[in-house]
């Protein structure tokens, strides 16, 4: 089955500064990556996803690129502000109707 | 206001006991899902269902049992099996279009289970 793995597992950044999580699947069949923001105590939000036919995809300081050779996607989020703070989950689809979830990553902003 | 919700945000078991987490989406979704999260974890799937009076296994099944009597409702029920169930527990759901695309999950805001 698919297997997806999410790096770094923690992330410091500076206010301003960019932050970039990586995550790689397995399955060459997976077609939909989404990442999602998950604040404490709640549940986790979607804040961008990208389909296996495009390569990048923007929304304000957000982006998601996807490499399907490599087998591998990333979110950044640029200009980064201490709301920004949570844990990422990067996830891939396979079979359509399942995700497979990234280990997350908890990004700190420090103002 | 149109999502889903889970009752009761926060559940205590004791030992033996059966415990029911409820679901409920007014979204308009064939698709439901329950997943488990542990301290620093990622999310397991438990079970998940594309249909009213359908279900299947997701990856960490054993000791929990779910129903789908109605498409807005998908209870999930921790049973005395499970020997480990402190954790918290997310409920999702989709839109069901059928074939290879897959979907958006929306989530709720969760049900942490603890045991007495």
């Known amino acids: 089955g698919e297997n997806v793995e999410q790096h770094p597992s923690t992330l410091s950044v500076q206010e301003g500064d960019s932050a970039v999580i990586k995550c790689t699947y397995s399955?060459?069949?997976?077609?939909?990556f989404p990442w999602y923001k998950q604040e404490l105590g709640k549940g986790p939000q979607l804040i961008i996803d990208?389909?296996?036919?495009?390569g990048e995809k923007k929304d304000q300081r957000i982006a998601v690129t996807l490499n399907k050779t490599a087998k591998h996607f990333s979110l950044h989020i640029t200009e980064t502000q201490p709301e920004d703070s949570a844990v990422y989950f990067c996830?891939?689809?396979?079979?359509?109707?399942?995700?497979?979830f990234g280990a997350g990553t908890i990004l700190r902003v420090k103002s | 206001d149109g999502g889903i919700t889970q009752s009761p945000k926060y559940l205590f078991r004791k030992e033996g006991q059966n415990v029911t987490l409820s679901c409920e989406q007014n979204?308009?979704?064939?698709?439901m899902y329950w997943y488990r999260q542990d301290p620093g974890q990622g999310l397991r799937l438990i079970y998940y269902?594309?249909?009213?009076?359908?279900?299947q296994k997701g990856d960490i099944a054993e000791g929990y049992s779910v129903s789908r009597e109605k498409k807005e409702s998908f209870p999930l029920t921790v049973t005395s099996a499970q020997k480990n169930p402190t954790a918290f527990y997310l409920c999702?759901?989709?839109?069901?279009?059928?074939?290879?695309?897959?979907?958006?999950?929306?989530f709720g805001p969760g049900t942490r289970l603890l045991v007495l």
């Open positions: 996830a891939a689809s396979n079979p359509p109707d399942k995700l497979v």
């Open positions: 990208i389909r296996s036919n495009v």
């Open positions: 999702a759901s989709s839109i069901n279009r059928g074939g290879s695309r897959g979907e958006t999950q929306y």
């Open positions: 979204l308009n979704h064939d698709a």
């Open positions: 399955d060459s069949a997976s077609n939909y």
């Open positions: 269902s594309q249909i009213v009076n359908d279900f």
